[in-house]
């Protein structure tokens, strides 16, 4: 069970929010402590190439494998989710994919610190959820449903505390009590998604 669950009601289809919660480079957009979110692991190439997809990441410099603040991937349209590199007419899943990496760079003040990431549910609009660890140990597992409504959708996002209760009192000092500071993080990320959303919306 879910530690936080905030919901908010938005003016935009189920599908469109998808598109840009599952940009996680984007989420540097939306997150106050995020400050932008690189690909370790890229999107498979269309049939018959073998290039690598542009902008994609070849290493864990980054995090959506952590991540944080997110840039439109280039050769990406704006709002989609399709792989960059993909062809028109090409049959590739929507990107990111389950079991896709990422780092996450973030900050609280003048602590910086990556986060390392899996994309563990990709059900375009409906949910979108990756789970954060550091090495081998779990840190969170960060998740978003969307269910449509007369006017568009309800976006629920939830924070999962998988800390060893070790670990939580040797990062506390440091990084402070994370319930209430997430709590108002995902207060601050839902309603910079909401804006960003109906904005695009009604243009």
Known sequence: MADLTESIAVE???????????DLSRMGEWSPECTHVTWSSHP???????????????G???????????????????????????????SAAPWPTVGARFVGHNRIGA?????????????????????????????SLWAYDFTPT?????????????????????FRPVFGNRTPRNAQGIHTTLTRLKSTAEAAATA
């Open 12 to 22: 935009a289809s189920p599908a469109d929010l998808y598109a840009l919660v599952s």
């Open 44 to 58: 498979p190439a269309p049939t018959g190439d073998t290039s690598v997809p542009p902008g994609a990441a070849t």
């Open 60 to 90: 864990p410099a980054g995090r959506p494998g952590a991540g944080a603040g997110p840039s439109t991937t280039p050769g990406a349209v704006a709002g989609s989710s399709t792989a960059p590199g993909a062809g028109a007419g090409s």
């Open 111 to 139: 602590v910086r610190w990556l986060t390392f990431g899996r994309v563990v549910d990709a059900d375009p609009g409906r949910r979108f959820a990756f789970s954060i660890h550091f090495g081998p140990i779990p840190i």
């Open 150 to 170: 007369a006017t568009g959708c309800v976006v629920s996002e939830s924070w999962t505390d998988h800390r060893p209760a070790t670990l939580r009192l040797l």
